[in-house]
């Protein structure tokens, strides 16, 4: 249960950050090569991308959490 979890929660970091790999691009062409984007919109599939990606990091601190609190039941 704890593995796909986590690959959930890993799958989900990755997932994330090349979103906002793809975002930041799109922002540094935004006006150069692709002027009929408007940066406003890279920039929020930006921020989308954070969330997703912090709440993905936030899976895998309840995951320790849990696994911390199981440890000290079990000691």
Same mark, same amino acid.
């Given at each position: 249960?704890?593995?796909?979890?986590?690959?959930?929660?890993?799958?989900?970091?990755?997932?994330?950050?090349? *979103?906002?790999?793809?975002?930041?691009?799109?922002? *540094?062409? *935004?006006?150069?090569?692709?002027?009929?984007?408007?940066?406003?919109? *890279?920039?929020?599939?930006?921020?989308?991308?954070?969330?997703?990606?912090?709440?993905?990091?936030?899976?895998?601190?309840?995951?320790?959490?849990?696994?911390?609190?199981?440890?000290?039941?079990?000691?």
């Amino acid at each position: 249960m704890i593995d796909s979890v986590s690959s959930s929660a890993l799958l989900g970091v990755r997932s994330g950050l090349r *979103a906002l790999d793809r975002s930041a691009l799109q922002v *540094a062409q *935004a006006g150069t090569t692709r002027p009929d984007r408007l940066p406003i919109e *890279a920039l929020l599939e930006g921020r989308q991308a954070q969330r997703q990606t912090e709440a993905s990091i936030r899976v895998f601190q309840t995951i320790d959490q849990t696994l911390g609190s199981l440890l000290d039941v079990f000691a």
